[in-house]
């Protein structure tokens, strides 16, 4: 393969910025600027080809891979410059900013964890950057504050993504993200007095820690050592399993387990609840496939023994009764049963179905207070039942309404679980459920400033390309005139078995507010409907996804929600992807496209940190099977030179090591490059974020005021809806 041969181009990116800062208040300040060209900052091509079994595909911005060369951060700088300096020039922007921040300010909570007799969750009093950790010992007591990640950085950047007590609740182990990264660092509170014993863990990703039962100490996985200049860009391949004695210093830490033959296998361990057993999941990448093996911590030297070695449905420990172990699966039940397999005589034909696969989708179980707690989603909405140990029905869980339950975690011999509540128009409320008694209560209650009541959410089901029915929500304020006049914001994911939820946005009700219609559709590749829906949009099969996706946009069209010069589209990650796959496919469909932190170089996905992970949904770039599917919806290489773009900014962070910036760098330079029409197509560039997870709340209000001005303009929208004036003060949500 060629390398390319690019010049130093600095002092002349310095002299572009300098002229792109100069002469940016006069491109933009005029209303018509939709009709004038952008001058967009160059970028210098390459002549860097890769060979694919015999087919050369050029890269010629191959450069713009290095985050942090000087070539890199001058564009990187000249684009937010060119960004910004537009953004600041939409006369709606202050106003939007004013209004998100002020549905921002409200109290939020997550669903507490009990240990012992101290009660464990975090509180936001609206506008902080992180939330803070509080512990109680009643939960009618006041909480004290143990941890605020806001005293950890003066930009509110550093934060805490995990926190795990010690089940006699005197520790508690907790982890820090600097930037959003992925990497994490562990470190262990005295929950008495506050203060952090000596112990720090580093090198940590995609795993938390799991006390043992004396707590003495805990299980965790983690990787090498990085070096620092490339731990944001490099591939992460064989994680081991650690022991950590408290109060010893890592280098101290015990080795439990490695595959070094299998560099791709990732490790979750766990203590049983019971604390006789070690148990390890053992997954490869983002497959739903996974193994499963265990160790019997009180049996002398023992072994690892590869319980579920075959790598053919998930298996998921729910909990055990000794030595027999209790497991979510679809293993024959793509919708999802609950099995048992007693250890002492685990040949398959002694496995017990306890919950058998139901119409509804099972997405896990929990084993609380000597029942098992199964949540289900019926056409993309919560419904929880009770099951006894014995899989016999005892109960629903009568739910608030119509939306989205999510925890019901918590200890066999606990009485009570906690789980939240949220809709599209319900801010998530946190409720604590009596599970003998049946009965939910509030624990925490938001109130935000608006009035639940004003609004609306209808769920349709429109035919795809193919004729399959895929659901869709819509939410807006009542008394929309279907003229197809309604500026509409469409948002979808569609893989990695992950469903698309009824889900309360402070974000969306301002979008709503403002005019707008809000759709959000369930497509194939999700988990809506199980394992089988999720395979109808994986692999050669993704093509379908774009599908559901642009017909969802042809249905909201026909039915006069709105027309293409008011539609926008917008996804994050996979579904980052999703919109410039379809931008590609359909730029006539739409009149403006928000893709976040996309997966838009489908032939290098897997070079970068956990990329390679990803292959079970997207297949790998490598084999000449994969590699035809993957270049022909390839965001970055279906981009067609002197095509007639719609409206486009890309969100992405510097910092982001789950979906490298290089994608969404490559493709930004690529399709400005191609751009003939005369809307823009622009980057926003993030310093000290991630993929998405820990960011600060400034941050969060930043990114979505420029998103939903940038619509403001590009859609044309109405002036008198830029922010509703008739919205109640105090009005709170319920």
């Known amino acids: 393969m060629k390398r390319h041969r690019t010049r130093h181009l600095l002092p002349a990116y310095a002299a572009i910025l300098l002229c792109v800062l100069g002469t940016l208040s006069f491109l933009v300040a005029a209303e018509d600027i939709q009709h004038k060209p952008f001058a967009y900052p160059p970028a210098p091509r390459g002549d860097h080809v890769d060979d694919y079994n015999g087919v050369k595909v050029p890269d010629p911005y191959r450069w713009l891979e290095d985050p942090d060369s000087e070539q890199t951060r001058a564009w990187i700088a000249a684009e937010n410059a060119l960004t910004y300096g537009y953004l600041s020039t939409i006369p709606a922007r202050e106003k939007i900013k004013e209004r998100l921040t002020a549905l921002w300010n409200y109290e939020r909570f997550n669903a507490p964890k009990k240990a012992a007799d101290n009660y464990f969750f975090t509180r936001n009093d609206g506008l902080q950057d992180q939330s803070v950790l509080y512990t109680v010992t009643s939960l009618d007591g006041t909480p004290r504050v143990l941890i605020d990640p806001n005293k950890l950085s003066k930009d509110g950047t550093v934060s805490m993504v995990a926190y795990t007590p010690s089940d006699d609740g005197r520790y508690l182990a907790w982890a820090t993200s600097d930037g959003g990264s992925d990497w994490r660092e562990f470190k262990v509170k005295d929950t008495a007095t506050g203060k952090d014993l000596t112990d720090h863990i580093k090198w940590v990703k995609f795993s938390d820690v799991s ?135 685990p040949s398959r034909d002694t496995w017990k179905d306890l919950i058998p696969q139901k119409k509804e989708t099972l997405r896990g179980v929990n084993l609380v207070a000597d029942h098992f707690i199964a949540e289900y989603l019926a056409d993309a909405k919560s419904e929880v039942r009770v099951h006894a140990l014995d899989g016999a029905f005892v109960r629903n869980v009568d739910l608030p309404g119509i939306g989205s339950a999510i925890g019901f975690s918590g200890k066999r011999a606990d009485k009570e679980t906690f789980y939240s509540f949220t809709s599209f128009t319900t801010p998530s409320t946190i409720y604590r459920y009596d599970v003998a008694a049946g009965k939910s209560t509030v624990f925490r209650q938001p109130k935000v400033d608006f009035n639940p009541a004003d609004y609306v959410t209808e769920q349709v089901f429109y035919p795809s390309k193919d004729g399959t029915k895929i659901p869709m929500f819509i939410t807006h304020r009542k008394g929309i005139v279907k003229d197809g006049s309604n500026p509409t914001y469409l948002y979808g994911y569609g893989g990695f078995n992950i469903p698309q939820r009824p889900a309360f946005s ?78 590609n496919q359909r730029p006539d469909l739409f009149g403006a496209a928000l893709p976040g932190v996309g997966v838009m170089d489908m032939l290098r996905f897997n070079k970068f940190t956990i990329g390679w992970a990803w292959t079970s949904d997207y297949g790998t770039p490598e084999k000449p099977e994969d590699f035809k599917v993957l270049r022909a919806y390839s965001p970055l290489h279906n981009i067609k030179p002197q095509a007639k773009y719609p409206a486009t900014l890309v969100v992405t962070g510097d910092h982001d090591d789950r979906v490298v910036p290089a994608h969404s760098f490559k493709y930004m330079a690529t399709i400005q490059a191609a751009q003939a029409g005369t809307d823009p197509v622009l980057i926003r560039i993030e310093t000290r974020a991630g993929h998405g997870a820990g960011r600060s709340t400034t941050q969060l209000i930043e990114e979505v005021t420029d998103q939903w001005s940038f619509l403001v303009r590009e859609l044309g929208m109405d002036a008198t809806h830029e922010v509703a004036a008739d919205v109640p003060a105090g009005a709170s949500a319920r």
């Open 506 to 583: 402070v974000s969306m009700l301002t979008w709503m507010e403002m005019g707008g219609v809000y759709a959000s559709a369930c497509l194939r590749g999700g988990g809506e409907y199980g394992e089988e829906w999720h395979q109808a949009g994986m692999l050669h099969n993704k093509q379908n996804v774009f599908d559901d996706f642009i017909a969802a946009g042809e249905w909201l069209i026909a039915n006069k929600y709105t027309s293409s010069p008011k539609l926008a589209i917008g996804g994050r990650s996979n579904g980052g992807l999703l919109v410039g796959a379809v931008l």
């Open 211 to 345: 006390w043992t039962k004396d707590a003495k100490g805990f299980y965790y996985s983690r990787y090498k050592e990085y070096d620092e200049k490339t731990k944001l860009t490099q591939a992460n391949f064989n994680q081991k399993v650690y022991f950590h004695r408290l109060g010893t210093p890592q280098s101290e830490d015990t080795l439990v387990y490695e595959r070094p033959d299998k560099e791709k296998y990732g490790f979750g361990p766990t203590v049983s609840e019971d604390g006789r057993y070690l148990l390890i999941h053992v997954s490869e990448g983002t497959d739903e496939k996974n193994r499963f093996y265990y160790k019997d911590l009180q049996a002398q030297n023992s072994e690892i023994v590869r319980l579920l070695d075959d790598f053919d449905a998930t298996y998921n420990f729910v909990g055990n009764e000794g030595p027999v172990f209790w497991f979510y699966t679809n293993l024959n039940a793509p919708r999802g049963k609950l099995i048992a397999i007693d250890t002492r005589t």
